[in-house]
């Protein structure tokens, strides 16, 4: 049963489908999995009644199946709703709130099969790529518990990279399903704004800066997962239409060209070996019949990081500005959440034109790279997985941070202008931690990603690695 708990999630629902092993099996072996590597990494929070799972198991191998999710345990971002399961985004605020309905992801998920075991840790509200907050505390790096596990996904990742799950949902508004993925040698997509839509509620034309995604340990499963998470709805605008991913993954890359940004012509601050690490494992795609070619920076990086900085925070404070209006609960708010909350609240309307244009400028420029590139890459992350009691880098290679994100500027090309990307393992540098790049591509053609990935995936060795000493 070890095996087939290491085995893809796509492998699992094979054995299952063909009676191989039954969902209770594999529900009592992914528990006891659970049980004994959960607690050095605290990537599974809110972990529903072991015979409650083993009963929905058993009503699963009873019933026809649903789709290809069919009897998959499987563990839901703590920002997502899942009827049944506390709700906490990581927050003291909402502890212990029990969700009354699914999301719509989480419906989808659902509906092909998945077994939700439980929720994955994230930080309070999302916020920050560094998975720790006061109501479930840090999640560790799956390679080394003392660092950081990136975030806000980064339960899933961590629960991934130790076979405790063989799926993970996230979501991403500044690389949140990227870092973490890059940080425990998984796979993590960003989608194309919308092609994972949120339930149409509130206002749905402002500020589209995050989206849900798939996470996984191959990106067949990724393409599995897009499918069922994928879709338009009706009364929510920008939706893409539905489309199949797996069943095209395969493809001769040979011809295909890639531009390689770096460190945006020293815009981003690199950590030493970051670069090295991401730059030698690009010569993968060389192998394949992919031209590599590295490029200058394409755009201004100060008017891109300005432009963010103002629409995420105009963002933030409308989604979390009546948490902020109660004055309890104000007092129960980290001080990075405030900090968005006013800095949001105090721009003018002149300044959140001027980020919008800049946003506009920068995907028109981006259109016209790619008539020349079939996807742009950069390192996922700006420095190494760090200690896990910190809050935030406040500093890189003698360059200091002025926001408790800046560490992370070089996500924000892609989030900023709603572009798929892709973050595919990059090795392992000198100190035996992951890496990660992230393959961005034109707003729409996440089929082109994944079918780069799946050739990755193949031509690599050490994505087969496992964290051995998270467990030893």
């Known amino acids: 049963m070890d095996d087939l708990l290491d085995r893809d999630a796509l492998d699992q629902s094979t054995a299952l489908s063909r009676r191989e092993v039954s969902a209770e099996e594999l529900m009592r072996a992914s ?39 069919h009897g998959l345990p499987m563990a839901v971002k703590d920002l997502a709703n899942v009827a049944g399961l506390p709700t906490s985004m990581g927050s003291t605020i909402l502890a212990g709130q029990v969700a009354r309905r699914d999301e719509l992801m989480v419906a989808r998920m659902r509906a092909a099969g998945a077994l939700f075991i439980g929720k994955t840790n994230t930080p309070e509200f999302g916020l920050g790529s560094h998975t720790f907050n006061p109501v479930h505390g840090a999640t560790g790096n799956a390679w080394d518990p003392a660092r950081s596990a990136g975030g806000s996904s980064g339960g899933a990742a961590v629960a991934l ?31 194309s704004w919308g092609r994972v839509p949120d339930d149409a509620e509130g206002d749905t034309y402002l ?30 605008p920008f939706c893409l239409p539905r489309e199949s991913f797996l069943d095209r993954i395969e493809s001769d890359l040979r011809g295909r060209r890639v531009g390689w940004l770096g460190d945006w012509s020293g815009a981003y601050p690199m950590e030493a070996g970051v670069l090295d690490t991401c730059a030698a494992a690009l010569r993968v795609f060389e192998t394949l019949g992919v031209t590599v070619e590295a490029i200058d920076a394409p755009f201004d990086a100060k008017a891109l990081w300005q432009s963010w900085l103002h629409l995420r925070a105009f963002a933030n404070a409308d989604r979390l500005g009546a948490l902020y209006g109660n004055p309890a609960w104000r007092k129960q708010l980290k001080s990075t959440a405030i900090w968005e909350i006013e800095t949001g609240q105090t721009l003018t309307m002149a300044e959140v034109k001027a980020a919008s ?104 060795e050490w994505t087969g690695r496992q964290p051995a000493l998270t467990f030893g």
């Open 357 to 460: 244009l800049t946003r506009s400028r920068w995907y028109a420029a981006a259109a016209r790279l790619f008539e020349d590139f079939d996807a742009l890459i950069l390192p996922s992350a700006q420095v190494w997985p760090f200690d896990l009691s910190l809050e935030y880098p406040t500093e890189i290679a003698g360059c200091q941070m002025d926001t408790y994100h800046r560490w992370m500027e070089v996500v924000i090309p892609a989030s900023l202008i709603g572009l798929p990307a892709l973050c595919v393992p990059a090795g392992f540098g000198a100190a035996a931690l992951p890496m990660g790049l992230q393959l961005i591509g034109r707003h729409g053609d996440d089929l082109g990603l994944l079918q780069l990935a799946h050739g990755w995936h193949q031509a690599v």
């Open 161 to 191: 990279a130790c076979r405790m799950t063989s799926i993970a949902d996230g979501s991403d508004m500044m690389g949140s399903l990227r870092n973490p993925a890059g940080w425990n040698n998984v796979y993590g997509m960003r989608p």
């Open 207 to 236: 500020h589209p800066l995050s989206t849900n995604g798939p996470m996984a340990r191959s990106p067949r499963d990724l393409a599995a997962l897009l499918e069922v998470q994928a879709g338009p709805v009706p009364e929510r």
């Open 31 to 69: 528990l006891a999995r659970i049980e004994a590597r959960n607690p050095r990494v605290n990537a599974i929070v809110s972990l529903a009644d072991p015979e409650d799972l083993l009963a929905q198991a058993r009503q699963a191998d009873a019933t026809p199946r649903k789709g290809w999710m």
